[in-house]
């Protein structure tokens, strides 16, 4: 039996996300000079507002990267990740598992850019319920990231329940 090859899906994939969120945040930042709306931002609808936010950290604002040398380690740190997400996608063998890792590889590609160029990245994504917020502003990169992480452990999850329940009734 030939084992399939679905690098080409990851790589798409990635190419696919980081293409798009480099579109959407130019045009955040330029056409919709979002920047220069403080925190009015633009409606989208009731529950979804674009406005504009430089994330010079990571994730709910960690590892806060206030110099340049600290913008610089959290480069190669994020760079570090994106390679290693690289090398599983690569050695992957399950479709979705590849899929997964190439919206993780894209998104986090996407943020890397944004950081090596402007110093921060660009969030721009604001959905709210009244002044409830679920998630802080944030981008697509960020959304792929989030969603391919969370499909990778879905199918880690489920998938060793299943395998478990088969062997045991073995």
Not at 5 to 24: E, K, S, T, Y
Not at 92 to 104: F, I, M, N
Not at 131 to 138: C, D, N, T, V
Request: aromatic content about 10%; overall charge positive.
């Amino acid at each position: 039996m030939a084992v399939v090859n679905h690098r080409p899906l990851g790589l798409i994939v990635a190419i696919v996300i980081l293409a798009m969120d480099q579109l959407i945040k130019y045009t955040v930042t330029y056409p919709l000079a979002l920047k220069s709306r403080l925190d009015d931002g633009i409606e989208i609808l009731p529950i979804f507002r674009l406005r504009w936010l430089e994330n010079r950290g990571v994730s709910m604002g960690f590892f806060h990267a206030d110099t340049n040398m600290m913008r610089w380690i959290l480069v190669g740190m994020t760079m570090l990740i994106a390679g290693f997400v690289g090398v599983w996608m690569w050695r992957e063998k399950a479709r979705q598992d590849v899929a997964a890792l190439g919206l993780v590889l894209g998104g986090a590609i996407g943020n890397i850019v944004d950081r090596v160029r402007l110093g921060y990245v660009v969030d721009y994504a604001d959905l709210h319920f009244g002044e409830w917020r679920p998630f802080l502003i944030f981008n697509l990169a960020d959304a792929a990231i989030t969603f391919g992480v969370l499909i990778l452990l879905a199918r880690a999850l489920l998938l060793r329940e299943k395998g478990a329940k088969t062997e045991s009734l073995n």
